[in-house]
Nanobody, 123 residues
Framework: QVQLVESGGGLVQAGGSLRLSCAAS????????MGWFRQAPGKEREFVAA????????VYADSVKGRFTISRDNAKNTVYLQMNSLKPEDTAVYYC????????????????WGQGTQVTVSS
């Protein structure tokens, strides 16, 4: 079992930065690939970024590539999403998720989810 708690969301102006954190419980955090997803009002949940269990593989949605960076600290059981050059279209609830071992772009393949943190980017 893995429990996930996101933090770091908030209101920021376009062009600004935020860093989201996702703290995980459980002794086997390092065995899980971690993903970030987001959901804007009236839209489907969409993939943002993911990182493999060891951190050697990272993948990004085209819409955030070059602006967002996913990383993890297995000693702290935490995964991060550094978001730079934020745009109003990045406004959404951001969720972290965990699945065993390998990364995936599909939300359906993740087994554990946090409660989400709101990110609002004003123009």
């Amino acid at each position: 079992q893995v429990q996930l708690v996101e933090s770091g969301g908030g209101l920021v102006q376009a062009g600004g930065s935020l860093r989201l954190s996702c703290a995980a419980s459980g002794r086997t955090f390092s065995s899980y690939a971690m993903g970030w997803f987001r959901q804007a009002p009236g839209k489907e949940r969409e993939f943002v970024a993911a990182i493999s269990w060891r951190g050697s593989t990272t993948v990004y949605a085209d819409s955030v590539k070059g602006r967002f960076t996913i990383s993890r600290d297995n000693a702290k059981n935490t995964v991060y999403l550094q978001m730079n050059s934020l745009k109003p279209e990045d406004t959404a609830v951001y969720y972290c998720a965990a699945r065993y071992y390998s990364v995936s772009y599909s939300a359906r393949e993740y087994d554990y989810w946090g409660q989400g943190t709101q990110v609002t980017v004003s123009s």
